[in-house]
């Protein structure tokens, strides 16, 4: 608590951001009010607030006589529940020959904002006032910053045999330590661990990253912690399901299952004509770039949530979603331009693992892939509160053909086309000849759709094939 000489500098003191002086004793939703700001500290001091009554502005004393009553009234402030999260502060009377001074002094808090039946109240120099969206976010984006984030908090309970350590000695430590370093290291496994902020010394247990990277029962402590695949039949969830799969473990072996998972299960490619006698090999999805999408889930989650990861293919699109929404720095009016890791711990033994890079470019980077294969662009769904949804549809070329009776019949057309232009030009014709005996009128379009593929695949041959624009220039079918 301040001291009675340190009070009467403060009486006078031009830090007017930390002092309230008032003479009234009645005015509880001021006094209240006063409190929340400075519990709130917008100014980031990490310096106590002063609510003084029994004094004017100026510093004079009131003569103000405090009464048991009046101290248990103000320091019943504290625990009324008018303000939430309780302040932290102290009440104490000091008497002086002008009179006493009833001081409440306000630490700032470590979980702001902190509010006042329910509104936010700062101190913008010697005024208080009510906080803006703008600055209730700095208070939020400040009580993040004092708080641990999840992965890197003990997971009480849990020992060190809970972790594969043979892994994290053998697989791990190589490849985020320097092997110099690493040589000369004689610390036990525990202090190593504890360095990558991977063990809590203070409790004797691995931390919640550590189990969820190398745990040999991860899902033990968090329930939520895998990756649910879902296939239905249609385009909504009341399909029949076609194929459904839990991928657990701990990241280090869910990772490698769940690339392998993709590449055999979700994506597929078919061969779509692009011409007579001309096919080209179409995935439905990009394969690196759904992997992209997985990795960042894995890594952004909010593993406190029951909730697994949520891979859903339908007939028209795969839906992916997972717990936590945006995080920290990133909203959704700087997206993806901003971004921040809710698992910093988890993101960093990603990199070391080479599961992601960090640099921020993987949004981009999915939406060049999607685009490079002929899918649609991804779209996100970064709205909402608790979840991060991307949507995902496939290729265009693939959109083209999904009536499987329009392709069998397309494809069925063509090649009896093309088995009549043969028979046609089994005696030498004309460009002419073949578009009047085969009905089409455009040139182009038979050239390149019919005849150039016949021709470099060996059916027809050019009575002049060196002069190919000649217009005297016939086509015949070619000996076999």
Sequence with gaps: MITKEELRELLHSTETYRVERTTSTGDMDKFQEAICAFSNDLPNSRKNGYLIIGAYDNGKLSGLKVTDDLLKKIASIRSDGNILPLPMM?????????GDLLVAEVLPSLLPPVRYRGRTFIRIGPRRDIATEAEERILLERRTSYMATFDAMPCLGASIKDIDTEYIKNDYLPQVVDPDLLATDKRDLKEQLSAIHLYDLEHDCPTNAAIILFGKNP?????????????????????????????????????????????????????????????????????????????????????????????????????????????GEARPENFPTVNDYRNPIIAEAMRGLKYVNMFNRGIERVKTMFQENGNPE??????????????????????????????????????EKVNDIIAFCSVPRSMTEIMDHIG??????????????????????????????SRSQKYKRALT
């Design 90 to 98: 102290s009440v104490e009377r000091f008497e002086f020959p002008e």
């Design 378 to 415: 991804p779209s996100f769904k970064v709205d909402k509160i608790t979840a991060f949804e991307v949507v995902a549809k496939p290729t265009l070329s693939l959109n083209l053909v999904t009536d499987k009776e329009k392709v069998t019949k397309s494809v069925t057309k063509m090649t």
């Design 219 to 327: 899902q033990y402590y968090m329930h939520g912690c895998y990756v649910q695949y879902v296939h239905f039949a249609g385009i909504n969830n009341g399909g029949e399901i076609l194929n459904e799969k839990q991928i657990k473990g701990c990241l280090c072996r869910m990772l490698p299952q769940l690339e392998s998972f993709v590449r055999d299960a979700v994506v597929t490619s078919r061969p779509v004509p692009i011409g007579m006698l001309r096919e080209q090999t179409v995935f439905n999805y990009p394969e690196l770039a759904l992997r992209e999408l997985l990795m960042n889930a894995c890594m952004h989650r909010d593993y406190q949530s029951n909730m697994p990861i949520r891979l859903y293919q339908y007939d028209d699109r795969i839906e992916i979603l997972n717990a936590g929404g945006l995080y």
């Design 440 to 469: 089409m009128k455009h040139r182009y379009n038979v050239k390149h759709r019919y005849i150039d593929p016949l021709i470099e695949s060996g059916f027809l041959e050019m009575t002049i094939p060196d002069k190919p624009n």
